[in-house]
């Protein structure tokens, strides 16, 4: 079955800089898009970074821009979210989520994994 | 504020019928049929309910449909189940080439 899984959260000051990895299995990672999307304590999802199933089309929502960096590894089906200049507004639960190919969507989600960035 | 606004929350009893709209722009609910919809328990990943406005992926109950009109799409959700208390959320495709959400609505099962 399609499991994905994120690791690599945890508290970091403001201006640091975090690494997520999101580990998939159960389907053929390379033949999907996947997306990175976070939900702040309390509040609603937002969508942060989409790559293309070929690694090749990156886009990033306007308030990470510049400063979160999504890439994939297909031989280890994993995909990264680089986040540099991390602001206390990023703290959040970070989840991947495989793209539903050809629905503009996400279809299989993982549990998240918590960031803090706290002085 | 969020790009595609739905009501906060919502509330009906078991059996009876509710709808969740989510309203965007001609930029993105009025521009494409790529809104999606997302049933969330708390402390759990979202689950798609919806997508294409109107599909429901394989294992989703019948009870729960989509629509669209102009720049606002519709969740319906039939013969309401104490199991349906959630929070909603709403997504599209938009003419930037990226995705949205809306704030979410939290359905309560009276």
């Known amino acids: 079955q399609v499991q994905l899984v994120e690791s690599g959260g945890g508290v970091v000051q403001p201006g640091r800089s975090l690494r997520l990895s999101c580990a998939a299995s159960g389907f053929t990672f390379s033949n999907h898009a996947m997306h990175w999307v976070r939900q702040a304590p309390g509040k609603g999802l937002e969508w942060v970074a989409y790559i293309s199933y070929h690694g090749s089309y990156k886009i990033y929502a306007g308030s990470v821009k510049g400063r979160f960096t999504i890439s994939r590894d297909d031989f280890e089906s994993t995909v990264f979210l680089q986040m540099d200049s991390l602001r206390l507004d990023d703290t959040a639960l970070y989840f991947c989520?495989?793209?539903?190919?050809?629905?503009?969507?996400?279809?299989?989600w993982g549990p998240g994994t918590l960031v803090t960035v706290s002085s | 504020q969020s790009p595609l606004t739905q009501p906060a929350a919502v509330s009906g009893s078991p059996g009876q019928s509710i709808t969740i709209s989510c309203t965007g722009t001609?930029?993105?609910?009025?521009?494409?049929?790529?809104v999606s919809w997302y049933q969330q328990y708390p402390g759990k990943a979202p689950r798609l309910m919806i997508y294409?406005?109107?599909n429901r992926p394989s294992g989703v109950s019948n009870r729960f449909s989509g629509s669209k009109s102009g720049n606002t799409a519709s969740l319906t959700i039939s013969g309401l189940q104490t199991e349906d208390e959630a929070d909603y959320y709403c997504?599209?495709?938009?003419?930037?080439?990226?995705?949205?959400f809306g704030g979410g609505t939290k359905l309560t099962v009276l």
């Open positions: 294409d406005v109107s």
């Open positions: 997504s599209s495709f938009t003419t930037i080439n990226n995705w949205v």
């Open positions: 001609t930029n993105d609910v009025g521009r494409y049929n790529y």
């Open positions: 989520a495989r793209d539903a190919s050809g629905q503009y969507c996400a279809d299989y």
